[in-house]
Nanobody, 124 residues
Framework: QVQLIESGGGLVQAGGSLRLSCAAS????????MGWFRQAPGKQREFVAA???????SYADSAKGRFTISRDNAKNTVYLQMNSLKPEDTAVYYC??????????????????WGQGTQVTVSS
């Protein structure tokens, strides 16, 4: 029973940067991996990044080297720093809590408590 609220999206030129935030309610935030996903119009939701309880992170190939996921357990917040943005990054970005304390993979079905999403638009 976790509520997630994303923020930080907007319009940016190619090559620019954005920092997304995901604020979570709940007292067990630190016990679960967290993830970022994105969905473009007409396309399926795809994995972007995840971070485990230990702080170890995983990235989609499209994000590796450009995006960084982090978490601040004291603030119940997950971040996604996005650099060198490309038009292909345009999508609604969602954060979600993993269903179990131990990470079971990046598939969307392994996550629950999705946020409402924040729009990221990258112009060329």
């Amino acid at each position: 029973q976790v509520q997630l609220i994303e923020s930080g999206g907007g319009l940016v030129q190619a090559g620019g940067s954005l920092r997304l935030s995901c604020a979570a309610s709940g007292r067990t935030f630190s016990n679960y991996p967290m993830g970022w996903f994105r969905q473009a119009p007409g396309k399926q939701r795809e994995f972007v990044a995840a971070i485990r309880r230990s702080g170890i992170s995983s990235y989609a190939d499209s994000a590796k080297g450009r995006f960084t996921i982090s978490r601040d357990n004291a603030k119940n917040t997950v971040y996604l720093q996005m650099n060198s943005l490309k038009p292909e990054d345009t999508a609604v970005y969602y954060c979600a809590a993993h269903r179990t304390p131990d990470y079971r993979g990046s598939a969307p079905e392994n996550f629950a408590s999705w946020g409402q999403g924040t729009q990221v638009t990258v112009s060329s």
